[in-house]
Structures are given as C-alpha cells and as structure tokens.
C-alpha cells in the first residue's frame, strides 16, 4: 500500500508495474469517487473520538479480520482491544482506557463462582457482549464506541 501511496504523490510509473496497469491505476485515482473516498478516509483518521481538543486517534487493527485470527466470531470486547490498542500505547485515548478497566471489572465480577461453590466459569460471547453493551451505553440503533456498526 505505501508504494502504491508513493507512487500516486510522485505520479511516476514504477519500472516493475505494466503501463496498462498503471493506465487504469491513474484513471481510479483521478475519478471523483475516489477523491470523495479519500477526504471521507482522511477525516475519519483524523476525527477527535474522544471529544473535542484531545487529540486525534486512530483505530489500530488494520484490515485483517479477526473471525480468521480467532477462529470463532469474536466478542465486542474482543474486536474494541484490537482495534483500540497500540504497540507503544496501551490504548489509543482515555475514553478507551477507561472502558477497558470497566469492563474488565465487570466481566471479572460476572465469572465469580456462586453460592454453590462451583468454580468459575468462561463467559459466554452473549453474556460478554451484553457487559459492553451497558459499559458503553446500551444497545442502540446507532454506533456504539469502539466498534462503528
């Protein structure tokens, strides 16, 4: 992606991509849609999530998708940590932050054992997903924080 980023700026064809390819490569670049794209991608890059004046943040995950990475269909939980957490940062912002230490309260106090004695037990993904849901605001017909769907 950097070279093709690279090669876009300098608007210079590399020796090793064909001259047909790189035609059609310009003509993408050029459509209105693709500007259009570009200026919705660049805001959202640079959006303050956390409220105004507290700086930009960026979700962290990539495009991989994490039902491959995990096997299973991940928790809400499961996909805020991936995308809300850096190498040389915890997590990207406060608001962040602060919902990760919520929720692991709320999750460690769920999977107590009971009265009876039983031991702990795994939370379900429904259950987990129920404990972010009312970490983050309840299930509601617009975004949720940290997962934008």
Same mark, same amino acid.
């Not at 064909?18 to 849609?33: F, G, K, T």
């Not at 850096?86 to 932050?97: E, I, L, N």
């Given at each position: 992606?950097?070279?093709?980023?690279?090669?876009?700026?300098?608007?210079?064809?590399?020796? /090793?991509?064909?001259?047909? =390819? @790189?035609?059609?490569?310009?003509?993408i @670049?050029?459509?209105q849609?693709?500007?259009?794209?570009?200026?919705?991608?660049?805001?959202?890059?640079?959006? /303050?999530?956390?409220?105004?004046?507290?700086?930009?943040?960026?979700?962290?995950? %990539?495009?991989?998708?994490m039902?491959?990475?995990?096997?299973?269909?991940?928790?809400? @939980?499961?996909?805020?940590?991936?995308?809300?957490?850096?190498?040389?940062?915890?997590? =990207?912002?406060q608001?962040?932050?602060?919902?990760? /230490?919520?929720?692991?309260?709320?999750?460690?106090?769920?999977?107590?054992?009971?009265?009876? %004695? /039983? %031991?702990?037990?795994?939370?379900?993904?429904?259950?987990?997903?129920?404990?972010y849901y009312?970490v =983050?605001? %309840?299930?509601?017909?617009?975004?949720?924080?940290?997962?934008?769907?």
């Amino acid at each position: 992606m950097d070279m093709l980023y690279k090669c876009r700026q300098r608007s210079t064809r590399p020796s /090793e991509v064909p001259v047909a =390819v @790189w035609q059609s490569l310009r003509a993408i @670049w050029d459509a209105q849609h693709w500007h259009h794209n570009s200026a919705i991608a660049c805001n959202n890059r640079n959006s /303050e999530s956390a409220g105004s004046s507290t700086g930009s943040t960026k979700h962290a995950a %990539g495009s991989c998708s994490m039902t491959t990475e995990l096997q299973r269909p991940p928790t809400c @939980w499961e996909i805020f940590n991936k995308t809300h957490k850096k190498k040389d940062v915890p997590f =990207v912002d406060q608001r962040s932050s602060a919902i990760n /230490e919520a929720m692991t309260t709320m999750v460690a106090e769920a999977s107590q054992p009971n009265a009876e %004695g /039983e %031991g702990s037990q795994p939370l379900s993904t429904n259950v987990v997903n129920d404990i972010y849901y009312d970490v =983050v605001g %309840g299930k509601k017909k617009t975004s949720l924080y940290g997962l934008d769907s």
